[in-house]
């Protein structure tokens, strides 16, 4: 039988790590002792370091490091410039904060895309990858032409709707995460944590801490095209030297049957990565896969493989 993994997720110990423009707030899980094994875990767009509870009880040995990216979370208040090469600086800030010379780096949705600017950076240091429904340059939606004052709608769809949002009280806030398709028979602890830790301000004047500039930004950069000091983000993907895996959620962020990616996806990213290897999490959507106990085992499960199975 297996272990419930929300019976084991534990509140994350909170550091600030010095960058540029101020501090970024960081979540670590797991022993405190400087030899256990690391994993940097990267959320995505408009996410937070409170995603990553239930991956994280499914690497209890391992120190799991999260921040809160620029633009989000605790982070919210950093100045711009956003984009991957800066949430990668500020990254390498972080194992550099904690003293980490080797740490598996596992990236959801625009997390994944920052995982690969990173390890593009830092070489291997970043001793593998696990692009978590993410990392591999996406298709722009009909008509959208990529660019860095594109809306978060024009990107996200509905999904953007909630940042310009306010809200009275965090159980107002629960309602309406709780309507969302993506969540319908998937409530747990990890999720309501990552919505009320969501939140700023003061009632009843709440609103989601994500900075709509910082989507917008950000966002403009997953399409291919864009640089990376100087590189392209293909060419970041061509010379990745470290083991990758990549997981797939067959259906999207409203739980729509229309996935972020294609299931060709990682055929077609072999172009540029051939020793890249594929997964297909089952049952799961673009959130639910790290955010619900079935797709967080399988992250995990990975995750151990790729350090070696010694967690």
Not at 10 to 15: L, Q, S
Not at 89 to 111: K, Y
Not at 219 to 235: I, K, M, P
């Amino acid at each position: 039988m297996s272990t419930d993994l929300s019976l084991q997720t534990t509140e994350p110990r909170t550091a600030s790590v010095r960058v540029r423009g101020g501090d970024l707030a960081v979540g670590v899980w797991g022993p405190e002792d400087p030899s256990a094994p690391v994993v940097l875990a990267i959320h995505g767009i408009t996410a937070t370091h409170r995603g990553w509870p239930l991956v994280a009880a499914g690497l209890p040995h391992c120190r799991v490091i999260a921040p809160d990216l620029r633009g989000r979370g605790r982070s919210a208040d950093l100045p711009a410039p956003y984009g991957l090469a800066r949430h990668a600086e500020d990254l390498e800030a972080v194992l550099d904060h904690f003293g980490v010379e080797s740490a598996v780096v596992v990236g959801h949705s625009m997390g994944a895309f920052v995982a690969v600017a990173l390890a593009d950076r830092i070489g291997t240091r970043a001793s593998a990858l696990v692009l978590v429904d993410g990392g591999l340059e996406l298709t722009p939606p009909p008509g959208f032409v990529p660019r860095p004052d594109a809306t978060p709608e024009e990107v996200l769809g509905p999904a953007a709707a909630r940042l310009t949002m306010s809200f009275e009280s965090h159980e107002a806030y629960r309602d309406f995460w709780r309507a969302h398709p993506a969540f319908a028979g998937q409530w747990n602890p990890t999720v309501e944590g990552y919505v009320d830790y969501d939140l700023r301000g003061e009632a009843p004047d709440l609103r989601p801490s994500t900075k709509v500039e910082a989507v917008a930004s950000d966002s403009s950069q997953l399409f291919g095209g864009h640089v990376l000091d100087g590189r392209s983000y293909a060419d970041a993907l061509r010379t990745l030297a470290v083991p990758t895996t990549f997981l797939r959620a067959p259906r999207g962020l409203m739980d729509e049957p229309q996935a972020l990616y294609p299931p060709d996806a990682a055929r077609t990213a072999r172009a540029l990565v051939p020793h890249l290897v594929d997964v297909e999490v089952e049952d799961v959507n673009h959130y639910t896969i790290v955010m619900a106990e079935p797709g967080a085992r399988v992250v995990a499960e990975v995750t151990i493989d790729l350090l070696g199975g010694t967690t």
